[in-house]
């Protein structure tokens, strides 16, 4: 099992900067693809961002490529996205995942989810 806690959410205004957190514990950190999710009222869940076990390799999705960065510290067991530019479209529940997929992979099925932290951008 693979526990993730996330944290870092708010409530900001369009154009400025948050910081999310996800913290893992359990089983190996450094086995497993850690991404972020995130899911709007009204809408399904869907992929953000993504980091190779390593971090060699990273993956994003167009809505957010060039404003949003992902990150992670085996050492720490964390891994963290910092979102720049928020826009009013970026308000969700975003959601800590890990598991064994490809880097390219957008699918929910996860093996592991974080219970989520709430982004609000205001306009």
């Known amino acids: 099992q693979v526990q993730l806690v996330e944290s870092g959410g708010g409530l900001v205004q369009a154009g400025e900067s948050l910081r999310l957190s996800c913290a893992a514990s359990?089983?190996?950190?450094?086995?497993?693809?850690m991404g972020w999710f995130r899911q709007a009222p009204g809408k399904e869940r869907m992929f953000v961002a993504a980091?190779?076990?390593?971090?060699?390799?990273?993956y994003y999705a167009n809505s957010v490529k060039g404003r949003f960065t992902i990150s992670r510290d085996n050492a720490k067991n964390m891994v963290s996205l910092q979102m720049n530019s928020l826009k009013p479209e970026d308000t969700a529940v975003y959601y800590c995942?890990?598991?064994?997929?490809?880097?390219?992979?957008?699918?929910?099925?996860?093996?592991?989810w974080g219970q989520g932290t709430q982004v609000t951008v205001s306009s």
């Open positions: 995942a890990a598991d064994r997929r490809p880097i390219g992979s957008v699918s929910t099925f996860v093996d592991y």
């Open positions: 980091i190779s076990w390593n971090g060699g390799s990273i």
């Open positions: 359990g089983r190996t950190f450094s086995n497993y693809r």
